[in-house]
């Protein structure tokens, strides 16, 4: 079965400062990691990411994955109180993403 | 409007009650797929959709039934209510295989058994 493991499940930090969340897995049949964010409501999309050491860059937000060690982070910069959610990470196998629990991120003005 | 809805957004039930939990697309996505959420366990795939007609399950399908008559639409089912279903849930949905574009999830629906 399929394991996606989180690290912090969750921090506080001052706007400003910069985040990096972690993202472990184990799985059977890598395809592709996701990391959503989500809000108080459905979690939106983020990246997917399926090629090792390749980063991508939304703004703020970069994503790299490191298929050698199986893990992903997400690095969020200038952090504002809008970054406050929780941070999905997910495996994606066939049709099935796994999630991991998530890491809750409180960013204070 | 386009997208994805859910309804419900709020339910409360009596356990032993049937309920269903709606979802209706309007991209024609191949791929649907019900979720849910509880506290420290993230987000565990109930049962998922490839095409009208085609379903299976998923990590957590004992107590849920689903159907999919429509490409746009996949109602999921608790056939007799527990506590433990009380959970939010998320639909949500993908163009193609492999969710290239990421999936696309409902507002979700808060359902409490009590």
């Known amino acids: 079965e399929d394991k996606v493991v989180q690290s912090p499940l969750s921090l506080v930090v001052h706007e400003g400062d910069t985040v990096t969340l972690n993202c472990s897995y184990e799985v059977t049949n890598f395809r592709s990691l996701l990391w959503y964010k989500q809000e108080k409501k459905a979690p939106t999309f983020l990246f997917m990411l399926t090629s090792s050491g390749i980063e991508k860059k939304s703004g703020r937000l970069s994503s790299i994955l490191d298929k050698k060690e199986l893990f992903s982070i997400l690095n969020i910069t200038a952090t504002q109180t809008g970054d406050s959610a929780v941070y999905l990470c997910a495996h994606l196998n066939d049709y099935k993403l796994s999630f991991g629990a998530g890491t809750t991120v409180t960013v204070r003005a | ?114």
């Open chain 2, 1 to 114: 409007d386009a997208g994805i809805t859910q309804s419900p957004r709020y339910k409360i039930t009596e356990t032993g009650r049937q309920v269903t939990l709606m979802c209706h697309q309007t991209w024609s996505h191949s791929y649907m797929f019900w979720y849910r959420q509880d506290l420290g366990h993230g987000l565990r795939l109930i049962y998922y959709s490839a095409a009208a007609d085609i379903t299976d399950k998923g990590e957590v399908p004992d107590g849920y039934v689903v159907s999919r008559s429509k490409t746009e639409n996949f109602p999921l089912t608790l056939e007799s209510a527990t506590r433990s279903q009380t959970s939010v849930y998320f639909c949500a949905s993908s163009e193609r295989y492999g969710g290239r574009d990421g999936y696309t999830f409902g507002s979700g629906t808060r359902l409490t058994v009590v």
